[in-house]
Every structure is written in C-alpha cells, then in structure tokens.
C-alpha cells in the first residue's frame, strides 16, 4: 500500500521561504509520477509541480516557475519542494501525491495523496 507522509508547512510572510517534504513508501518500481497540489478555501485544486521519478523529468504550473523547485531523494524516499519569493496567492493546503499511470499535468488528481500540510504566506 502506498503512503505518502508530508511534512514543512507553516507562516511566513511575503518573500519567505518553505521547504515541504513527502516521505514515500510502498511503490513496487520505480515507475511512478510524484509531485503536489494545492488547495485554498472556495477555489479547485490546483497542481503544482511533479516529477517522474523514472527520470526525473519535471512539472511545474506557470504560477511557480522560477519561484518553486520540486527535488527527489531516492536513498531517502523523500521528494521535496523548495518554495521560495512566496505570495499571499500561495496559501493554501498542499498535497504530495502519486499516481502511476497520470502524467504530471494531472497531478491535482492523482490516485493517492497524502494528508496535507498547511501553507500560510502573510503580506
């Protein structure tokens, strides 16, 4: 059974810095995309950034470019995403989710999620 535990939410203000980890657990192979979505009150998903873990070939939505970097630590388990220059628009509950067969563009409906981490970016 796949798990995916995230950890690195948190408050900062405008300009700050986060660091959010998914530890990842159950995989058979390694043949599988990973990566978040976010969710803010009265708004849909949306998806952040993935990786393929395969490959490491990455995702990212035009909101995050050049702001966000999405890592993977293979002898960890733990993929990581680097949040820097954060914006209020940022807030919201992200998720560490993993699919097998969805590519990276789908990641805010990938088939196993994890339980969220908070992000709070003040102005």
Known sequence: QVQLVESGGGSVQAG???RLSCVVSGFSSNNYYI???RHAPGQEREGVSCIRNSDGGSYYVDSVKGRFTISRDSAKNTVYLQMNSLKPDDTADY???ADVLRPCLYVAHF???GQGTQVTVSS
């Open 95 to 97: 998720y560490c989710a």
């Open 35 to 37: 990566g978040w979505f």
């Open 16 to 18: 700050g810095s986060l």
């Open 111 to 113: 088939a196993v999620r």
